[in-house]
């Protein structure tokens, strides 16, 4: 018997070509009914065909089958990449006998190169009639980059005792940043929600999830996160209450997501969350957070396993915000590093060098001038991660 991931969504995937290993690449989910939609996109200027196909599509809030694929961006690829886009959509349509503009479009790969579009079409048929409420395992493996492992979260919750579900599946290893970074994230549920509600409750789980993580620095071309209720679960959401509740669920999915790609970023030995507390205000927090966050050298210490205070104080300084050094205090996790701005002697640095030898741990800033605070999720910077993105088009 088939598992259900969750009631009435359908996903497939399998090898179509694009890759040059011969990996799973191209993947679909279906809805048998259409669902309200919602979707956050890259922030990057530069923006792949398929994210400006969705950002039209999106408007309606409404659709039915989203099409990815792996191995290429379909980006920078001019009006042959829009064509490519919508044929991809075409197809599933066809296959599924829908609408074409109810199915939208995903990418991530190389940028700057022709999707092999006549592979993708001969591998539709076998794509479409191969999807199955068990299929999500498959799906997980043909988006992938250079993620190491698949990464899906399926949660249950309850409203006047019914039972519904959120599922999450996302990609992402390197060029990940906040404001969206390359990332692709698909969530399927089957409450009954209409589309404002639901982007709304996207874009607040996203500002606490795929927003607060860092890898590298960089946003990527085609950055997209798709959510879809199809309402066939009976549950409805349609006051505060079930708002709420529909809402730590979506948090729940997509906080795992993120923790996940973080975990598994290119090269990554360590996940390392990143705590301001103290300052001014949440942004002053959050803009020092990210600093420290995205910092190479606070990166390159965390893999080191260096416990290099100085390195965070420093990025924490040139955030742009207040900040008093004669204040502060850093932890690694519950080891005090520095108070008033001063290092804490031997002993300390000792204890906080047996943290970072840990997988995971906490770096805890508070600046004493206010009531703001912000946590991001970073990981450190390994000779594996250039290894990696030196030769990522070979």
């Known amino acids: ?21 011969g990996d799973k690449d191209l993947g679909v989910i279906i809805s048998e009914s259409s ?5 956050v996109f890259t922030t990057n200027k530069v923006q792949a065909a398929p994210v400006v196909l969705d950002k039209e599509r999106i408007k309606p809030g409404i659709c ?34 829908i609408s074409e503009e109810m199915v939208l479009v995903a990418s991530t790969g190389v940028i700057g190169e022709s999707l092999p579009i006549e592979k993708i079409k001969d591998s539709m048929p076998d794509l479409v009639k191969s999807a199955r409420s068990d299929g999500f395992q498959d799906f997980a493996e043909a988006i992938l980059t250079t993620d190491t492992v698949p990464k899906i979260i ?26 969206m970074a390359t990332l ?61 509740v529909f809402q730590d669920i979506l948090d729940e999915v997509m906080v795992s997501l993120s923790r996940m790609l973080v975990k598994d970023a290119e090269g990554a030995t360590k996940l390392v969350e990143i705590t301001v507390k103290g300052a001014k ?40 915000v207040a900040l008093k050094p004669e204040k502060a205090e850093i ?11 001063k290092g804490c002697g031997p002993e300390a640095e000792a204890q906080a060098t047996r943290v970072l030898r840990e997988s995971e741990f906490s ?26 993105n030196a030769d990522y088009r070979s």
């Not at 694929?69 to 042959?80: K, P």
């Not at 490519?84 to 075409?90: E, F, G, L, P």
């Not at 959120?166 to 290893?173: D, F, L």
């Not at 606490?208 to 085609?222: A, E, L, Q, Y």
Request: charged share 20%.
């Open 35 to 39: 669902a309200n939609a919602a979707g």
């Open 281 to 320: 205000s949440d942004t002053d927090a959050r803009a020092i957070a990210e600093t420290i966050a995205g910092s190479s050298l606070v990166k390159t210490a965390l893999f080191g396993e260096d416990a290099n205070w100085g390195r965070i104080l420093a990025a924490a300084g040139r955030a742009g």
């Open 1 to 21: 018997m088939e598992k259900e991931y969750c009631m009435g969504f359908k996903a497939a995937g399998l090898p179509a070509g694009i890759k040059k290993n």
């Open 154 to 179: 399926v949660r249950e919750g309850e409203l006047g005792g019914e039972m519904f579900k959120v599922m999450g599946i996302a990609k992402g290893a390197g060029m990940i940043h906040p404001n």
């Open 64 to 97: 039915q089958a989203v099409i990815v694929n792996s191995g290429n961006a379909n980006c920078c690829t001019g009006e042959q990449g829009m064509r490519d886009a919508k044929a991809m959509a075409k197809g599933v349509a066809k296959e599924f006998g």
């Open 363 to 388: 770096i805890f800033l508070h600046l004493h001038l206010g009531n703001g605070d912000a946590s991001v999720l970073t990981c450190d910077l390994s000779i594996d991660y250039v290894k990696i």
């Open 331 to 341: 932890y690694f996790n519950n080891v005090l590093m520095v108070k008033e701005g």
């Open 184 to 244: 692709l994230g698909f969530i399927c549920t089957d409450v009954q929600i209409n589309s404002k509600v639901l982007s709304e409750a996207l874009n607040q789980a996203n500002k606490k999830s795929f927003n607060r993580i860092t890898v590298d620095g960089d946003t990527s071309t085609n950055d997209t996160v798709l959510i879809m209720a199809n309402g066939m679960s009976g549950v409805e959401i349609n006051n505060a209450e079930g708002q709420n």
